[in-house]
C-alpha cells in the first residue's frame, strides 16, 4: 500500500474546528485519517490553553490523545490548571480523561487556592463535572483526602466518599462522606 501521509517540518500551526495547533513538527496520515503534532506542542480553544510533548488525533474515533513526555502536559483553562503524563479528551462527547495520577490546582476565590492530587480523572469539559480516584485536596495547612471524588466545578461542589480523612484548623474530619461547597460570589 502506498503511504499517503504529509510531513510538515515547523515551526506547524494547523487549525481544525476551534482548535488552533502549534508545534514543531507534524505528520497528517490521510488513509488514516490522524494528524500528529509534535513537540513543544500548544493547543488552544478559547481561553483553554493545552501544553504537551505529543498530539495525537484520530478522526474516525473523535479521540486526541495528550502525551505529555518528559515534563508531562499542563492544561489551563479559567483559574484551574491539570497536569499529568497522559490524558485522552474525546470531542464528541467533550470529555477529558486522564486514566493515571494527575495534579491539579483551582482558584476557591480571589485570595485562596486548592491544590490537589488524584488518579482516573473523568470530566466533562462543558458541564465541568466529573469523577476522580483517590483525590486529595490541599487549602493551605488544610487537607482532606477520600478514595472517590464527585466533582462539579461551575458550581464550586465536592464531593468526598469512601474513607474520607483530613484536617481543618483544629478540627480532624473522620468521615465516609464530605461535601464542600466553595464560597461562591454572588
Known amino acids: 500500500m502506498k503511504e499517503d501521509k504529509i510531513y510538515l517540518k515547523g515551526p506547524i500551526n494547523a487549525v481544525y474546528n476551534e482548535l488552533n495547533f502549534v508545534g514543531e513538527n507534524g505528520v497528517y496520515d490521510n488513509g488514516k485519517e490522524t494528524f500528529e503534532t509534535i513537540g513543544k506542542v500548544v493547543v488552544t480553544s478559547g481561553e483553554d490553553v493545552l501544553n504537551a510533548g505529543r498530539v495525537f488525533y484520530t478522526k474516525k474515533t473523535g479521540i486526541v490523545e495528550i502525551f505529555g513526555e518528559k515534563e508531562g502536559f499542563t492544561y489551563k483553562g479559567i483559574g484551574r490548571e491539570l497536569k499529568g503524563t497522559y490524558a485522552k479528551f474525546y470531542v464528541d462527547k467533550n470529555q477529558i480523561e486522564v486514566p493515571g495520577k494527575f495534579t ?14 488524584g488518579e482516573k ?21 488544610d487537607n482532606i483526602k477520600g ?18 480523612v483530613g484536617n481543618y484548623g483544629n478540627y ?6 464530605v461535601d464542600y461547597y466553595e464560597a461562591m460570589e454572588w
Open 104 to 117: 491539579f490546582r483551582y482558584e476557591a476565590s480571589k485570595e485562596d487556592k486548592v491544590d490537589g492530587t
Open 147 to 164: 478514595n472517590l471524588g464527585e466533582l462539579d466545578l461551575l458550581n464550586g461542589v465536592y464531593k468526598l466518599k469512601g474513607k474520607v
Open 172 to 177: 480532624i474530619v473522620n468521615s465516609e462522606e
Open 121 to 141: 480523572l473523568l470530566l466533562d469539559t462543558v458541564t465541568q463535572k466529573g469523577t476522580a480516584k483517590n483525590p486529595i485536596l490541599h487549602q493551605g495547612k
